[in-house]
């Protein structure tokens, strides 16, 4: 089955500190990766997606994420966390079609002065 | 820029009330969806639609019907609302046939009493 993973379902970085939230996925093939972000009571934002190519895809807000096949990973990085970023981000993967889109269960970023 | 609205943020209604939840884009998108994002579980997908007049089930459909009439207008109703069905629904829409960018909604938070 087509399952995508967030493991840190919460954490905590300080203003200032790198941040890297993980994310596996499970696809027969490689599909379209997305980060998302949602900040507190809002619909959800894209910040970037690989379809292929490059595998350090950069996005919006200073983050870049990088797709690991071989560890079938997208993880979300930034160098510097700023306290607006603090929000819930969610990775989603889609093989092509309406209902091949699969979303993880989000990871909750706290960030503190 | 692509715009997802929703008619409501938060809504209120009793048990056995009829609720319609409705959501309007405004870039000529083919297909929406409807959501429910509830905590530790994601995002899922409830029904979508590709085309007026045509919708699709989703993940979890049960307890919920949708209407599309006009490409822009994508409503979601709950015949017969019932508690466990409190949660934050968020709208989304895309350009075309593999998805790609889903672009969504604010969201509406419905309790149910």
């Known amino acids: 089955a087509q399952s995508v993973t967030q493991p840190d379902i919460h954490i905590t970085v300080s203003e200032g500190a790198s941040l890297e939230l993980r994310c596996n996925y499970s696809?027969?093939?490689?599909?379209?990766l997305f980060w998302y972000v949602q900040s507190p009571g809002q619909g959800l934002q894209l910040l970037l997606k690989y379809f292929s190519g490059d595998t350090l895809v950069q996005g919006i807000k200073g983050f870049e994420a990088e797709f690991k096949r071989s560890q079938s990973s997208f993880n979300l990085r930034k160098p510097s966390v700023h306290w607006s970023d603090a929000a819930e981000y969610f990775c989603?993967?889609?093989?092509?079609?309406?209902?091949?889109?699969?979303f993880g269960t989000g990871t909750k970023l706290q960030v503190i002065p | 820029d692509v715009k997802v609205t929703q008619s409501s943020r938060y809504l209120v209604k009793r048990t056995g009330e009829k609720v319609f939840l409705e959501c309007v884009q405004d870039?000529?998108?083919?297909?929406m969806f409807w959501y429910r994002q509830d905590p530790g579980l994601g995002l899922r997908l409830i029904y979508f639609?590709?085309?007026?007049?045509?919708?699709e089930k989703g993940d979890i459909p049960e307890g919920y019907s949708v209407s599309r009439e006009k490409k822009e207008r994508f409503s979601l109703i709950l015949e017969s609302a019932s508690t466990n069905q409190t949660s934050m629904y968020l709208c989304a829409s895309t350009l075309g046939r593999n998805q790609e960018t889903q672009y969504f909604g604010p969201g509406t938070r419905l309790l149910v009493l």
């Open positions: 639609s590709y085309d007026v007049k045509m919708k």
């Open positions: 989603v993967a889609n093989s092509g079609g309406y209902q091949k889109v699969t």
């Open positions: 696809y027969g093939a490689t599909p379209y």
């Open positions: 870039m000529d998108h083919e297909n």
